[in-house]
């Protein structure tokens, strides 16, 4: 075992030597996959790279289409918006578990699992005859997805020497931005011409054929462990990661005005997420002394990890943030239409996946630091000046800003991927992919809500004391930015304290 997997043991495992031994062994395993069959692990690793890419896709498609299915399907508009928030839930429970999953199944029948959730729920969404029936097809969809990023990220580590991830890790930026970015501008075309079940239509001979492949070309790459499941720890994951993501989605609507019933909804689902939470991290420090953790938490045991975890969240609630209060602005208070305010965001997702394999393969020449600090600083820059925009800002200099700033993450988040999971025991590889896939659901739904409160709050309060409704509420998107600035500079000071593992110094490339 490496000096770097020996210092992030546990110390209570360290201290067993039988664990310790157990631990030796499994890491030897999972490392024993990169020197082998290179052209294979190629292969496993861009068929899961396609495959996730599709289903990322689908995440960010329905935004657009929300208006549409209003009218088609003779629904409320807060009923629509639980086809985004069903989605964003699912995958808030399923991913924690994914940790033990990938354990417990190997690669193979997780890719069948994965795929053949999202396809069966993309043909029941596409053939959805009233909202219930979508609602269920979503949460089916969302299932599917929450399976693949972890199961890429797990597959990746265990399959690609350590001095090429960076390269590798690139790749996937572009799964997780190139798409994203790419749906609301898809679907926004596909309903300018056709009914929104195409947005479905579209996708699923697409994810067909990647299912198709996978179960004829992705080969058994992981390394199996009979755990038992702890069926509490499920209960409770559901309960926190569910209950705090729903709560903070309902922040939003509150602060608008909603209901009482609302506001208690609201706090109800936040405590009872926290409190799941602080439960749940109790159960999984008991079950990690036996190896039965759902979560494994020791991956926390690592600095390096803990570090780039904490600089993950703040990009990531600035990002969410950016990307839901930009589209208001755009639209309430410069009057763009809806496909020209996608078109307008676009180029800055596609950069921002664009840069990925190059920043990947300068992290494996250089290192995070040099990357993340201007990487940090250029967040941060953007923020600060998002803080001056008026009801007269020219679009373009929204265009030039969001493209700086998608430039910036692009330089900050596959630095972070590659230091966090490979700081940890290659055994942890499954439980730092679902943290990490974890933190991103929870960070993204903390920093919309933060956004939209304090648009909110600042939007009332000009308003009250008399200026015009789109005076006031681009006040109000100025302070949610000078919070969102003020918070970023958190990941500045902590982009210096990001090192290299120092076992990705070493190793041969393995697959190309």
Not at 163 to 183: H, N
Request: charged fraction near 10%; avoid cysteine; charge should be neutral.
């Amino acid at each position: 075992m490496t000096e770097r997997a020996v210092s992030d043991l546990d110390p209570s495992t360290a201290s067993t030597p039988a664990i310790s031994a157990e631990a030796a062994a499994q890491d030897a395993a999972v490392v024993a996959h990169q020197p082998e069959h290179g052209a294979r692990n190629s292969r496993v690793i861009w068929l899961l790279l396609a495959a996730t890419f599709v289903v990322f896709l689908n995440e960010t498609i329905m935004g657009v289409a929300i208006p549409h299915l209003v009218v088609d399907l003779d629904i409320t508009l807060s009923a629509a918006q639980w086809l985004t928030t069903a989605f964003m839930l699912t995958m808030a429970v399923v991913i924690p578990i994914t940790g033990f999953l990938l354990q417990r199944i190997p690669t193979r029948p997780v890719f069948i699992l994965a795929m053949s959730l999202f396809s069966a729920g993309t043909l029941i969404a596409a053939l959805a005859p009233g909202f219930e029936v979508l609602l269920g097809a979503r949460v089916v969809q969302a299932t599917g997805t929450a399976i693949m990023m972890p199961l890429l990220m797990t597959t990746l580590m265990t399959l690609v020497a350590p001095a090429d991830r960076g390269r590798f890790m690139g790749r996937v930026s572009i799964v997780m931005s190139v798409a994203p970015a790419i749906g609301p501008t898809i679907s926004g075309v596909i309903l300018t011409f056709l009914s929104w079940r195409f947005m479905f239509w579209l996708v699923l001979p697409i994810a067909l054929v990647m299912l198709v492949i996978g179960i004829r070309r992705v080969e058994n790459v992981s390394e199996t462990r009979e755990l038992p499941i702890d069926a509490f720890s499920v209960v409770l994951s559901a309960l926190g990661f569910g209950g705090l993501v729903y709560g903070l989605s309902l922040v939003g609507g509150v602060v608008s005005g909603r209901s009482p019933a609302d506001q208690t909804a609201m706090w109800v689902s936040i405590g009872v997420g926290v409190a799941g939470i602080a439960a749940f991290i109790l159960r999984q420090l008991a079950l990690q002394r036996s190896d039965r953790a759902l979560l494994d938490l020791r991956t926390f045991g690592s600095r390096n990890f803990a570090i780039s975890i904490g600089l993950m969240t703040v990009m990531m609630a600035a990002l969410f943030g950016t990307i839901i209060l930009l589209p208001i602005y755009l639209q309430n208070v410069l009057g763009l239409e809806p496909l020209m305010t996608g078109l307008l965001l676009l180029p800055g997702g596609l950069i921002m996946g664009l840069f990925g394999p190059t920043v990947g393969r300068l992290y494996d020449r250089l290192g995070p630091t040099p990357l993340l600090v201007p990487g940090a600083i250029g967040v941060s820059a953007v923020l600060w000046s998002l803080t001056l925009v008026t009801e007269s800002t020219p679009p373009w200099l929204v265009l030039i800003a969001h493209i700086v700033m998608s430039t910036a993450l692009a330089f900050t988040f596959t630095p972070l991927f590659t230091s966090a999971l490979g700081s940890v025991e290659p055994r942890f590889y499954s439980h730092g992919s679902a943290i990490l896939g974890t933190i991103q659901q929870v960070a993204g739904a903390a920093g919309t809500a933060l956004f939209i409160t304090v648009m909110t709050s600042r939007t009332a309060t000009v308003a009250a004391g008399g200026a015009e409704a789109i005076a006031a509420e681009a006040a109000g998107i100025r302070a949610a930015f000078l919070v969102g600035a003020i918070i970023s500079l958190i990941a500045v000071v902590g982009a210096f304290f990001v090192r290299k593992p120092a076992d990705m110094e070493q190793g041969a490339p393995v697959a190309h």
